[in-house]
């Protein structure tokens, strides 16, 4: 398997613009993850979905932001409209609900710059 | 609401020793999971403890004491790739440490 798929990689945008970021889990995982990681705030968990349903969008920062998984291979981040604020590395990462130690599978994150 | 507190930052030698701790106080708790991360990568797992007592990888070796709320991972023999940033998380909460976790910085 490829292992957790993230585009883009990078992405640098002005303030205002919708910004996609994309997701592709590892087949037959049914939770997926996302997080954004700063200097300054660390790691944080954004939202979750088990079987394609959100569980847990507690910690998405405000409306600006929104998140869907339509399937099981696909998963959306969307922040509209994009503050500069919002620059960050944002990780998306899968589990397996049959494993054990219940480890997460990270993807290499989409870096994202908003000037 | 649930925390993970780490201290946030070690140095040491080559070939030493470095605990890192990790104190939690939540509900549902499943089992107490590792996680390492070099600058600029993905965290990647290393270890997973959902009964109490220590857990031995290779070099890196992980603990749990429920009734503590505690749990430390402890990485021997320092080599210099060690140098990266820890996370603990919670497992069944699905929230990995808060901030920016613990960065153990290895020197020659």
């Known amino acids: 398997d490829a292992g957790v798929i993230q585009s883009p990689r990078h992405e640098v945008t002005e303030m205002g613009q919708e910004v996609t970021l994309r997701c592709k889990p590892i087949?037959?995982?049914?939770?997926l993850f996302w997080y954004r990681q700063t200097m300054m705030r660390g790691l944080e968990l954004l939202i979750y979905f088990n079987n394609n349903v959100p569980i847990d969008d507690s910690g998405m920062p405000e409306d600006r932001f929104s998140a869907k998984m339509p399937n099981a291979s696909f998963s959306t981040l969307k922040i509209q409209p994009s503050e500069p604020r919002d620059s960050a590395v944002y990780f998306c990462?899968?589990?397996?609900?049959?494993?054990?130690?219940?480890?997460?599978?990270f993807g290499e994150g989409s870096r994202l710059t908003v000037l | 609401g649930q925390s993970l507190e780490q201290p946030s930052e070690v140095t040491a030698v080559e070939g030493a020793i470095v605990q890192i701790n990790c104190t939690y106080q939540t509900s549902g708790f499943y089992g107490l999971s590792w996680y390492q991360q070099h600058d600029g990568g993905a965290p990647t797992f290393l270890s997973y403890n959902a009964l109490d007592g220590l857990e031995e990888t290779g070099r890196f070796s992980s603990f749990l004491s429920r009734s503590d709320s505690y749990g430390y991972l402890l990485l021997q023999e320092l080599q210099m790739k060690d140098s990266a940033s820890y996370f603990c998380e919670d497992y069944g909460n699905n929230r990995l440490a808060f901030g920016k976790g613990n960065q153990v910085v290895v020197i020659p």
């Open positions: 087949s037959g995982h049914n939770s």
């Open positions: 990462a899968s589990r397996s609900g049959t494993s054990g130690s219940g480890e997460l599978f």
